[in-house]
Nanobody, 120 residues
């Protein structure tokens, strides 16, 4: 079955950096588009970044553009989110995501999430 396991979260001061990783298994990672989402307390889960299966295409939410970088290693089945110039508003639980298209529906798969707290 699909498994996504995030790691790398923690407490960091404003302006600092963190690197999140997601280890994937149970599906053909090499052909999958992968994304990161985040959910702040009391708010909806928001999309952060996406990367295509071959890394040719990446895209970012306006709120993180220029500060976050998504990448992947298809040999290791991992996707990474490098977060620089962190702000307190980046505080959230960060989730790794992949989607499977079934007839008539799109199925979302999520990891358990990793907490990122930006505070002085």
């Amino acid at each position: 079955q699909v498994q996504l396991v995030e790691s790398g979260g923690g407490l960091v001061q404003p302006g600092g950096s963190l690197r999140l990783s997601c280890a994937a298994s149970g599906f053909d990672f090499r052909t999958a588009t992968m994304s990161w989402y985040r959910q702040a307390p009391g708010k909806e889960r928001d999309w952060v970044a996406v990367i295509s299966s071959t890394s040719i295409t990446t895209n970012y939410a306006d709120s993180v553009k220029g500060r976050f970088t998504i990448s992947r290693d298809n040999a290791k089945n991992t996707v990474t989110l490098q977060m620089d110039s962190l702000k307190p508003e980046d505080t959230a639980v960060y989730y790794c995501n992949t989607k499977k298209v079934r007839p008539g529906i799109v199925v979302d798969y999520w990891g358990q999430g990793t907490q990122v707290t930006v505070s002085s």
